[in-house]
């Protein structure tokens, strides 16, 4: 079946501007989270769904960050006012867990560059 | 405590050789431990899983040592290929308040001819 989706796969911003990435996770899988991987670096955690709601929000780094899921499915997660250290590769994963420890699996990521 | 170290940093063998890789975990409240592989321009994908009621997995020429009173693990990667060069990630996760995924940092692994 299909995979986790993601777009755009590129996005290249103007410092100041918001901007809007979406994830479409594996159908069923009722777990979403969003990680962020900065050039050469590991995978940091950034927000978790279950169902519509957000149990773990401790990974955004300001408020700057937000995320929404809607229908148990799509996600959308907008940075505001974008700055250059927001640059970096935005993954989405999901999972068929309701409570955690079980298998994730990852998108392809959307590129975000702000200039 | 919620750190998970990961290393070598980067790592170079002869084709047909076995790769190491080694990870640390500090909160004993993880009780899944993946390890990821990722390409270039790509997600990371799921590569092998373990969870702590056993010490070992094995899953064709890739095998995760699991010492849960160390709190180490390890990915070993035997017959290496050229195709196995990525970078590899290991993670851990549990329940209730520990879902996400916390990586370590990475491992660059080249197979040589």
């Known amino acids: 079946g299909a995979g986790v989706s993601q777009s755009p796969s590129n996005k290249v911003t103007e410092k100041g501007k918001d901007v809007e990435l979406r994830c479409d996770p594996i159908s069923g899988h009722t777990a979403l989270y969003w990680y962020r991987q900065s050039l050469g670096q590991g995978l940091e955690f950034l927000i978790y769904f279950q169902g519509n709601s957000a149990p773990d929000k401790s990974g955004l780094p300001s408020d700057r960050f937000s995320a929404e899921r809607t229908g148990g499915s799509v996600s959308t997660l907008t940075i505001q006012r974008t700055q250059q250290e927001d640059s970096a590769v935005y993954l989405c994963a999901s999972s068929p867990s309701p409570g955690g420890a079980y298998e994730q699996y990852f998108g392809p990521g959307t590129r975000l560059t702000v200039t | 405590q919620q750190q998970v170290k990961q290393s070598p940093q980067s790592l170079i063998v002869q084709k047909g050789g076995i790769s190491i890789i080694n990870c640390a975990y500090e909160n004993t409240a993880f009780d899944y431990f993946p390890w990821y592989q990722q390409f270039p321009g790509k997600g990371p994908a799921l590569l092998i899983a373990?969870?702590?009621?056993?010490s070992e997995k094995k899953e064709g020429r890739f095998t995760i040592s699991f010492n849960k009173s160390a709190k180490q693990f390890s990915l070993h990667i035997m017959d290496s290929q050229p195709g196995d060069s990525a970078t590899y990630f290991c993670a851990a996760s549990g329940h209730f308040g520990n879902e996400k995924l916390t990586f370590g940092t990475g491992t660059r692994l080249t197979i040589i001819p």
């Open positions: 373990i969870r702590p009621d056993v």
